[in-house]
């Protein structure tokens, strides 16, 4: 029987480490969710590690383009001790982050009842990271000279254009507007004055069609303290690549570890698809020991599905991770039990 | 009667906002600890927001040639909202590392008995971070086209040197043999490979020639983490000179307050000299109000004195500022109070 639910093809890449591990749980988690509004047909890609190591190939061009064709993709985690680092970082994850022009990087924080943070007095936080995606000192320019030598010289080139700041800036005042109306900018202006200062003028100038968005500045070492200290302060945190990088890292240990925090990589205009992923890495020191918790890659299969236009069936999805952290967060659960527990719950 | 003692000249910076509320009490504290080993002749430097405000002067020639000539420079602090962003920063503050070659930007981090850290399970912090002063992305490299237009493009350059790296790699390992003999390369290799991939191989071939010390490494993000989660595992971190403005805040966060940091910028070879200051900035909001915290400040007099060899006078300072917070920590003093309390104690 023909489904009559609209059908979607998602790419699946769970990649390496506990990457494999988590990925087939928020897969279940998005079937389970959405089975009475979408149909969604699966295309795994065997990326990561393992086929790097077998036959060379980090990113070939026709998976690559093979992705490009699907509505949205799931990903696990990158990195691997057996390979130099930045070899699939660079050439895996970058570069799909690259070529889908995924100019948004959106990590929403959130300190979920019953989990425990580090923090004495956490609060209530409740924010969202919206990180540039294609630009900054992630574009891959820089080079070394002299490699080896007393004499080396190695640079690396943080890019920084008009439109590629103002359409993620765009963006985040959007994404204010359906929250609590306040954006911060995170930067060092006060030391790299080009970039930082043309992320000002943006903000400022876009920043004046939303009247009622509220927006101030953080330099980036000030802005660290603040998660620390006072990490209610924020609504929308808008920085650039490597800033993003660094503040969600943080952000997801004062909301008591990254296992909790999801992380959609959106593609500009939908020509291409977005991409959801933990934002945990592929944590090797644990991997294939059955205990990484999946409810970050759950939460990414939420953040498709929104993406897509399912809220009620992201919501749900939500729902089950509040509920299912709410009474069992504390107890210590392998990978499988976790994901049983929350599946049942949606 | 002339003084027996060594003579020292101390160029004295207060700068901007609370940096000059803070510095004389640095001042006092220097020359308290040391009034019978060492005479300290002071010269006031008028430089600052105010200065450039009145006659657009930021760091004249003569001014930089007379610092130069001095043995140890106290500074306040630098930045003020009425100065665009950068101005004062890289005019005065980063000029004055980079034209002293202080390569070393030291950072100890340190929780004191009565601190409350807003951590809830803090344990024994206590470690130090090796900042690279004087390369990376502070060079000031980089520039921009098409300024305000849609068409703009920023960038900023890190330039990182086999030479620069080497010395402050070798500054931190020995370091780390007068401590617990561990040391934390912090860095982004996965990403920013050339600057990365050389960090890491001046590391381990300057780690070989301290078979005693350990070294292991860490992301910039997993750090963030690290800090929040489990700061006792670190020792010495080592990092270059953006990775180390981010971490120095957080750290500073963690133990309760940039209010008790202080740092060090350590010219290589004593051919100019280093600079002492607290790691908190200007902090204009609560600049003339009387209520900053010179602790830190005052930290910084003993981290002078340690440079310049007196390390029992620096031991005094440190014994009374530890002995202050222990038991007044938690009281809201103004900022002479706190520094008559301290004073006091030395
Ligand atoms: C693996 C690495 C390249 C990646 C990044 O730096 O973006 C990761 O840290 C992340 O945040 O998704
Ligand atoms: C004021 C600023 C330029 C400076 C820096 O980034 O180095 C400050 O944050 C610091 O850490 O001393």
Redesign the interface.
Known sequence: VMSEHKQYTIAVIPGDGIGKEVTPWAQQALEKAAADVAAFNYVPFDLGAERYLRDGEILPDEDLEAIKKTDAILLGAV?DPRVK??VL??GLL?KLRFALDQYVNLRPSKLYKGV??????PGDIDFVVVREGTEG??CGA???I??????????????????GV?RVVRYAFELAMKRRKHVTLVH???????????WQ?IVDKVGEEYPEVTHDYNH???A??Y???DPQRFDVILTDN?FG??????A???VG??GYSASGCINAIDEYPSMFEPIH?SAPDIAGKGIANPTAAILSAAMLLRHLGFDDAAARIDAAVEADIAELGSTARSTDEVGRDILARI
Chains 1, 2 share one sequence.
């Open positions: 990195g680092a930045g970082e660079r970058l425990t943070s580090p923090l004495a007095q000192l992630y820089g080079g070394a002299r490699k080896g030598t007393e004499h080396e010289v190695a640079t690396e080139v943080s890019i920084n254009t008009a439109y103002e060092k202006k006060n030391v790299l004055v080009n970039a930082g200062d043309m003028r980036i070492d000030a660290t303290i998660l620390v200290n490597l990088d660094i503040l969600t890292d943080e997801g240990a004062v570890g990254v890495g």
